[in-house]
T-cell receptor
Framework: GAVVSQHPSWVICKSGTSVKIECRSL??????MFWYRQFPKQSLMLMAT?????????EQGVEKDKFLINHASLTLSTLTVTSAHPEDSSFYIC???????????????FGPGTRLTVL | QKEVEQNSGPLSVPEGAIASLNCTYS??????FFWYRQYSGKSPELIMS????GDKEDGRFTAQLNKASQYVSLLIRDSQPSDSATYLC????????????FGIGTKLQVIP
């Protein structure tokens, strides 16, 4: 149980283009999903909290107009990197919390990640 | 600023030994703590969660929590080369927003 998928697993794009990353919870419902970014040899940095049916909550310093998040259903959240630039190249990882695990309030399960390279 | 601190390592242990990974956190209100394992180029995988003071054992892994000292640890018994990875400590935020704060991770190397 608690399987999270991401698509694509890697993407290479030209500077100025937009890239959409999908995050799906496969065997559970997730009211809340999280989007992280990880640069080489650094820890996970939370970008935003994605809530089903409402606007995402962005962390300080993360541009909401650049990183568009949509959480249209209990099993799908998308992150769109708009007008991508080389400095946006990173490992983007989503996670989801299983509503069914009532006792484990903050337990998150991660997707396999998407490696974005912007040329 | 809520922080979770770990020594980045690397921590080298011989195969079969006990690996001891440590973590401290600044958010006194935090009630939940997690250890994740991350292999190079991969996403984190949940190993253990702990919510109460004391020890919690799962196979070769034991998590220890001391809320008074704001200290969390992970012991790996009978370490195997396949345990070589970065171990991330995380603490649930006390604000109730379900977020967790991650440490930088400790790189563990198990030497055959």
């Amino acid at each position: 149980g608690a399987v999270v998928s991401q698509h694509p697993s890697w993407v290479i794009c030209k500077s100025g283009t937009s890239v959409k990353i999908e995050c799906r919870s496969l065997d559970f419902q997730a009211t809340t999903m999280f989007w992280y970014r990880q640069f080489p040899k650094q820890s996970l940095m939370l970008m935003a909290t994605s809530n089903e049916g409402s606007k995402a909550t962005y962390e300080q310093g993360v541009e909401k107009d650049k990183f568009l998040i949509n959480h249209a259903s209990l099993t799908l959240s998308t992150l769109t990197v708009t007008s991508a630039h080389p400095e946006d190249s990173s490992f983007y990882i989503c996670s989801a919390r299983d509503l069914g695990l009532a006792g484990e309030v903050n337990e998150q399960f991660f997707g396999p990640g998407t490696r974005l390279t912007v040329l | 600023q809520k922080e979770v601190e770990q020594n980045s390592g690397p921590l080298s242990v011989p195969e079969g030994a006990i690996a001891s990974l440590n973590c401290t956190y600044s958010d006194r209100g935090s009630q939940s703590f997690f250890w994740y394992r991350q292999y190079s180029g991969k996403s984190p995988e949940l190993i253990m969660s702990i919510y109460s003071n004391g020890d919690k054992e799962d196979g070769r892994f034991t998590a220890q929590l001391n809320k008074a000292s704001q200290y969390v640890s992970l012991l790996i018994r009978d370490s195997q080369p396949s345990d070589s990875a970065t171990y991330l400590c995380a603490g649930g935020d006390s604000g109730g927003y379900q977020k967790v704060t991650f440490g930088i991770g400790t790189k563990l190397q198990v030497i055959p």
